[in-house]
């Protein structure tokens, strides 16, 4: 028992001559040491001019500290996707997001050329167009070498240019890795930016630039809240929503279901067992219509689900129905067959202009058609004549050259408004609502790429969108086989 009570006793005065030790070590030791390594990897800033021109003064530079990014709904952080010096041929400049493990700054093989008489101007393609508020270069060289730095919408040609008429004001910060300082030049614009020129006075300071990374927001973009989704059991194929507010939804060859504004399962109606269902449209009266390409012919049920009618021949394509006439349009590559709903009779067809490709079509409350025109190439909302085929007006629904664009589907509410159902554009949103005259008035639900649980207004390859006339509850299907959804927005309505 002696022995432990000496070991403890011995113990306790150890702690306390240790204790007593520590509070006699210098603090700046500790100090000193962290500001070496800091000065290591983060080099001391030099109180120099960094505007455009040498005779600029230091107040174009501020300092600042690089903090990291808060993720906001709408705003897009991005490298270049490409970059080029045309005049030295030289690809893969500048491009993606500066990753300080790289162990080199700027590009060695153009820092290895003779200094020519060619322009040195970079430049620089994006992804995504956005309403850029900063871009940030990473690079060794000085801002003053920089001669012109030109924000440009490769699809509209407009642009913001700095140069000597108006010069840019840098903010440096010092960074890790091999590039030794990043300059970020805010932005005040509201021209959708793709794509960045930066013109150097000398091929030895374009060298050392490593990336360009742009941020800014996604025009109009709203972050909205679905109302309700519930899994389908097939691929969807489409939606129509009628004046009753009556879900119907096709999916896979034969399933046809009707559900409630809530989501609940009102029917299950009884195609054929061989069909193949490619549209369906609805009229105020609760009837279905439903164009199926096995058998050839147009299908009508009434709002109890009892097939009432069929009729034509070589039934192919996207129905429309129009509310001016009651006459049912089905559009079929370049030519629109138009057939009475009572009985179902072809009683014309519309010549459209074969130079151009057409998907879906709809009509709005007063009967005029509208279709997407060259939907997987320069997509176009148009609107066109339902008597004889002229194209009237035109809205371009593409905001950017850099990246292919596929309108899937359209819908238009009582008030005029559209809406555009994407499955690839530049920003991956799935839905874009114009006005009347095709402004863009906001966008909402994300496209993925997920192919296992993607969340709610996210869509995987969306098929079909359709809308109530009071504009309050919008409709989409999407997904594949047993991974497929319908989904519902509830829209605030401006009274």
Known sequence: MKNQFRKIILLILMLVFLTACSLFIPQSTAENEVDQETQTELPELENTSVGLFTDEANDLVETEQINSETSLPGVIRQGAMFGVMDAYQAEEVATGMYDPAVPECGDSWLASLEEGTRENVITLLYHTPVIPTEIELFTNSKPESIMRVELLNSFSGLAVIYDENQPPQWKQSAIQGACENSFKLEVETDIEVDTIFIEYSDLASAAQLDAVELTGLLDSYTDLMIYWRIPMPDTPVDVVVNPLGEIFVAAGMTGLYKFDLEGNQLNIMPAPDQADVMSLEADANGNLFVADSSFGWLVVFDSEGIQTDAGGNDIFGHLGYNPADGNLYLLHGSTIEVYSTDPIEEIRQIQLDDLHSYGNLTFDSRGRMFLLRDHDWDAALVEVDPLNGEELDAFPLVNSNQREIVAKDLTVDA??????????????????????RGNLIQRFGKLTSA????????????KAISITQDGRFLIIVDGYEDKSYLSTYLLEIDE
């Open 451 to 462: 192919a296992e649980g993607w969340s709610e207004g996210s869509f995987l390859d969306p």
């Open 415 to 436: 008030q005029g408004n559209f809406y555009i159902l994407f499955s690839m554009n530049t920003g991956e949103i799935a839905i874009h609502m114009l006005d009347p």
